[in-house]
């Protein structure tokens, strides 16, 4: 019951910045976790960044993207973002919004469909 609908993936050259945001919408609790993952063709999907819901928006890191990427949320709580700089080629992938949250005692996960970030050497 809850939607997650990214933008601002497409091309950019090694060195480049891009932005990507994910709306979410529907049944949000309080309490939830918001993240970023990537997916490569042929490769495993991989976490990027997190961040809690919590007033101190807590955040975490693939070791990968420390230092060039960087997750944030507005003060709705209800979109978060993937600021995007120094990419490299490594970073071609399809980006996946992702939402965690407890209902009825049950581990919930929600995916967006996705947002095609291209790097370009």
């Known amino acids: 019951q809850v939607q997650l609908v990214e933008s601002g993936g497409g091309l950019a050259q090694t060195g480049g910045s891009l932005r990507l945001s994910c709306a979410a919408s529907?049944?949000?609790?309080?309490?939830?976790?918001m993240g970023w993952y990537r997916q490569a063709p042929g490769k495993e999907r991989e976490l990027v960044a997190g961040i809690t819901s919590g007033r101190s928006g807590r955040t975490n890191y693939a070791d990968s993207v420390k230092g060039r990427l960087t997750i944030s949320r507005d003060n709705a709580n209800n979109t978060v973002y993937l600021q995007m700089n120094s990419l490299k080629p490594e970073d071609t992938a399809v980006y996946y919004c992702n939402l965690v949250q407890m209902e009825l005692g049950d581990r919930r996960e929600y995916w967006g469909q996705g947002t095609q970030v291209t790097v370009s050497s």
């Open positions: 529907g049944s949000i609790l309080p309490i939830h976790v």
